[in-house]
């Protein structure tokens, strides 16, 4: 059974620029979770997808956006970079099925994305 | 708010030695918590879940205990291997969010 892709594995960016990231979940999982992780705050929840819909936000400002496809598979897209987004950017997809615990996340390796 | 607060790293063990990385957390509701381990250059891997008070989590020689009283979760591991080494952290999750809050992240190194 295939496990979360991400593509790419390793980016380098410079301000300003934009970037993109794709994930595809393992099959049959509906939702899609984005988290980054910097060694300064740890693991944050940027947002969630489930049947194409954004279903939950973190606390991130405006330029960090996504989406999700018929297929489950997910973007995120960061515009106008800034050196403080250099990150691991961590995708997670789920089942979502109701009952306690039952939504276990399931992890890709993650884009490493440096800015520079 | 939720939240997690884990002991800070890094722990340094000598192989066989026992292993205890204290977790506890904040919540409005019932969450699930888990573990999840981090080795270098990858990404997180579930390592043990409980989903409600009193359950006990188990994987590869690793423990957790869902202890309600107090708040805690708990990691432990009766005898560690140099290939346990890694960063180890706890989070709850919520249903309603299904979202995971993570604790800052336990770095564990482990001596032959």
């Known amino acids: 059974k295939a496990g979360v892709t991400q593509t790419p594995r390793y980016l380098i960016k410079t301000r300003g620029q934009q970037v993109t990231l794709s994930c595809s979940p393992i099959?049959?999982?509906?939702?899609v979770s984005w988290y980054q992780q910097t060694p300064g705050q740890g693991l944050q929840f940027l947002f969630e997808?489930?049947?194409?819909?954004?279903?939950n936000k973190g606390n991130f400002p405006g330029r960090f956006s996504g989406r999700q496809f018929s297929n489950s598979r997910s973007e995120m897209n960061v515009s106008t970079l800034e050196l403080g987004d250099s990150a691991l950017y961590l995708c997670a997809s789920s089942r979502d099925r109701v009952g306690a615990g039952a939504n276990v996340l399931t992890f890709g390796a993650g884009s490493r994305l440096t800015v520079l | 708010g939720d939240s997690v607060t884990q002991m800070e790293g890094p722990v340094t063990l000598s192989e066989e030695a026992f292993l205890t990385i204290n977790c506890t957390y904040t919540a409005t509701g019932y969450p699930s918590l888990f573990w999840y381990v981090q080795y270098p250059g990858e990404g997180l891997q579930l390592l043990l879940k409980a989903t409600k008070a009193d359950d006990k989590g188990s994987n590869k020689g690793f423990e957790a205990t869902y202890r309600k009283e107090t708040t805690s979760f708990h990691l432990e591991k009766g005898s560690v291997q140099v290939s346990d080494s890694a960063v180890y952290f706890c989070?709850?999750?919520?249903?309603?969010?299904?979202?995971?809050?993570f604790g800052a992240g336990t770095i564990l190194r482990v001596k032959s």
């Open positions: 099959s049959g999982h509906r939702s």
């Open positions: 997808y489930f049947s194409e819909t954004q279903r």
């Open positions: 989070a709850l999750h919520m249903e309603y969010g299904n979202k995971l809050v």
